[in-house]
């Protein structure tokens, strides 16, 4: 009786004993945890509390820049996107008020902020301080490209990207510089032969692959994760332009030995024409950017800017090329408005046949729009002769759009301008012809039959 007592006993403890480590680790899954930052909302970087590195790195970082008054703003493209699908939240949300890590927890290596240098009061007593408070720093330098064609001043170095790292996260500082254009650009990230490549994964940084360019943002104040920070008033498009950013500098040491070959010209009548030339573009490129149709220089525009950084006082008209997928059926009607009548529209929308526009700007300078095709291995643009219906195609290899500076303005241009130049203009490009036959010159034309006459009254349109 006495063995059996004991047994019930020891039985009884132990499913006591269970019962309470159950209701132990209940307790602390669905109680304890949640209070620690552990279960949070489904968000991709709720599942890291405060205690997370890369929170105190930016905390530190912020703190830094808050203290020395420097104006850095989150240019971080999956952060952003965040802030954007949760926007209401963060709108919301005032200074330490939160005890979640939403945003800045996300898994990563790097935080990526952005600065305009302009607005920069003291670089090098920041690069101290971040230092003494336990940042490793890495300045990259490089060489102003707007000065290669001074020779004083083209060795002039400039400040691109700081790259400050606390424990395993790092924080990616993108030095912006203001352009004529009124936009921001950023320098490639180029390491030096002194420099650590262990230092972090560089591969890994979404900015510096290549020199870019931005339209200036406007900024905003909001509280993310507990922290101020400042981010573009419109983070999706940020975030948009950043895949299509890459920017290709004018080749100012090239454009110099093209004039010291060939002297510019500089008469009265030349001087004329670029400056209405130029007005000319200012004013499409603010006609079409209203529009949202994207554009980029063309003909004999493209040569000016690559061979001479400048454009050709001898062309008499100012080029630009559209995709057909971007054409707009108001384009005409806004081009009209803006004080630029159609002169004259060639081949066909509907069914996306050899289509080309040209309106009458000022002081008889002519603006030609052509609009490429993409077919499997390359791309075109036709041409119409008007007196005998004689259709062209020009050949191109196909190609992507850059950003470029040109006459004050940031523009597209083709990446691979080379390629997209010697299409059109052949290898001896670099020599000025004056005598130029669009049907016969261009070594990338060739016939593409000839309009119905039933057709002309649609597909030739003179004004």
Known sequence: MSRINKNVVLALLTLTSSAFLLFQLYYYKHYLSTRNGAGLSKSKGSRIGFDSTQWRAVKKFIMLTSNQNVPVFLIDPLILELINKNFEQVKNTSQGSISQCTFFCVPRDFTAFALQYHLWKNEEGWFRIAE??????????????????IDSLSGTEIPLHYICKLAAHAIHLVVFHER??????????RLKEH?????VPFRKLQFGRYPGAFDRPELQQVTVDGLEVLIPKDPMHFVEEVPHSRF?????????????????DNTVEAMAFRKSAK????????TLNKLGVPFWLSSGTCLGWYRQCNIIPYSKDVDLGIFIQDYKSDIILAFQDAGLPLKHKFGKVKVEDSLELS?????DVKLDIFFFYEETDHMWNGGTQAKTGKKFKYLFPKFTLCWTEFVDMKVHVPCETLEYIEANYGKTWKIPVKTWDWKRSPPNVQPNGIWPISEWDEVIQLY
């Open 279 to 286: 007005e000319l573009l200012q004013l499409a490129a603010k």
């Open 248 to 264: 290709i500098e004018c080749r100012y040491k090239e454009a110099r030995a093209f004039f010291q070959q060939y002297l510019d």
């Open 180 to 189: 004529s254009g009124n936009y921001l650009w950023h320098g490639h990230l």
């Open 132 to 149: 003494n408070m336990g940042f490793q720093c890495l300045k990259i330098e490089s060489k102003d490209p707007r000065l290669d064609g």
């Open 195 to 199: 420099i650590d490549r262990k230092f």
């Open 359 to 363: 309106f009458q700007g000022k002081d």
